[in-house]
């Protein structure tokens, strides 16, 4: 069975993702796409036969769209993501779910009354084939319990549009669906320090900022977001145990030897760091569509939980204090186990 699938929002992730789903992915199709910008939305569905529509309502209830894609701009998500719901589609949502805890809460209680979930959100490091590796050491009890982690997060540069609160939004968002996934564990405390600030950053920016979490079970997480570290684009995270440790390996590069130096290059941009991880979520969200069962990659819980935890880095940025995060304390049933439960399995997609 082909998939069809129809796209909102056609800027730089939803053209790539088209792109994916038309080359990389097997057994899908994009048959209909809306942006904002009609030109843009032409430019996209022409080249891969699929129509340029007037409205996001209009893609979700075409006839030929079995599942919808959500990749316009963040603060739309929500409206899209009630849309496809209601009409009973498959959703995929890149992240945020939405821009607010109101209103993930409100995509929870309608994928609830549906009775089974719809909806997965874009955090592709879960296939990440490091991190799944990494996941699998940690579940098979190699290292012991997880004692403390140790992440990093470094981009090149970032533009005068880059502001502090969205290292937690936009940067920080990412270890925090990961570490959950990781641990299966989560996070009840936040707080950002703030070091000596880069010269190299726009002057409003307070660029890096060190980031701690405080689990259900303890675990002590500590992550430097520095997004204009310069030297590339770096992706760091350590997890200590109490038999041992297990590292994110580096991409693989070759090592080139030359004018009295030993190296290895630095990736530059986040593309080419995460292009397998992008492919390998596709794949396997397509194939639950496919096969008519639910996706098992993170879920609306999921996408609440990573804005409900932003929120609580932003106010802990302004405050300087730590903030508890008391509005995960209650799961529903219908997301399952652990913190994190959702999610493909461990040390699979190697
Ligand atoms: P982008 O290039 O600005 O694209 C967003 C597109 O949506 C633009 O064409 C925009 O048009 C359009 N748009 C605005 N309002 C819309 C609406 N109401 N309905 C439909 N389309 C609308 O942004 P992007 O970088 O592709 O990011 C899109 C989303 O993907 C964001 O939520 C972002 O956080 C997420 N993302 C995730 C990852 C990841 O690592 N998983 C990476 C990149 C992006 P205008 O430009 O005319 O407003």
Redesign the pocket.
């Known amino acids: 069975m082909t998939v069809r699938i129809g796209v ?7 053209q790539d993702h088209i792109r994916r789903l038309t080359q990389v992915v097997t057994g899908t199709r994009v048959t209909a796409v ?4 009609a030109a ?1 939305a032409e430019a996209a569905a022409a080249p891969v036969g699929a129509r340029a529509l007037r409205s ?1 309502a209009e893609v979700i209830g075409s006839a030929d769209v079995d599942a919808v894609v959500v ?4 603060p ?2 929500a409206e899209h993501v009630l849309a496809a719901v209601a009409a009973g589609k498959p959703v995929f949502c ?3 779910l939405a821009t607010t805890a109101a209103d993930c809460l409100k995509i929870i209680e309608a994928e609830t009354a549906h009775g089974s979930r719809l909806v997965q959100v ?1 955090f ?1 490091r879960r296939y990440d084939a490091g991190y799944r590796e990494m996941k699998g050491v940690i579940a098979s009890g190699a290292i012991g319990e997880p004692l403390i982690v140790h992440c990093a997060h470094r981009n090149p540069t970032a533009p005068a549009s880059y502001t502090s609160a969205m290292a937690a939004q ?1 940067t920080a968002v990412h270890e925090i669906d990961v570490l959950r996934w990781l641990l299966d564990d989560e996070i009840r405390s936040v707080q950002v320090l703030k070091p000596r600030r880069t010269r190299n950053r726009h002057e409003h920016l307070q660029d890096p900022q060190i980031m701690l979490f405080e689990t259900a079970a303890g675990v002590r997480i500590d992550l430097e977001v520095f997004v204009n570290c310069r030297y590339g684009y770096d992706i760091q995270c350590e997890t200590v145990g109490e038999e041992g440790l297990v590292r994110l390996p580096d991409p693989a590069t070759v090592a080139v030897r030359g004018a009295g130096r030993n190296s290895t290059g630095v990736l530059q941009d ?1 593309q080419g760091r995460f292009e397998g991880a992008f492919d390998t979520e596709f794949r396997e969200w397509a194939a639950s569509v496919a096969t008519g069962t639910e996706p098992t990659g993170p879920s609306s819980w999921d996408g609440y939980a990573a804005t409900v935890i932003t929120d609580a880095l932003v106010q802990a940025l302004e405050s300087g204090a730590v903030i508890r995060v008391e509005a995960l304390e209650q799961r529903p049933a219908f997301y399952g186990g652990g913190a994190a439960a959702t999610g493909p399995a461990a040390g699979a997609g190697h």
């Open positions: 909102i929002g056609a800027g730089m992730i939803g809306f942006d904002i910008d843009r996001g990749t316009s701009w963040g739309t998500h890149e992240k945020p874009g592709m936009d986040w």
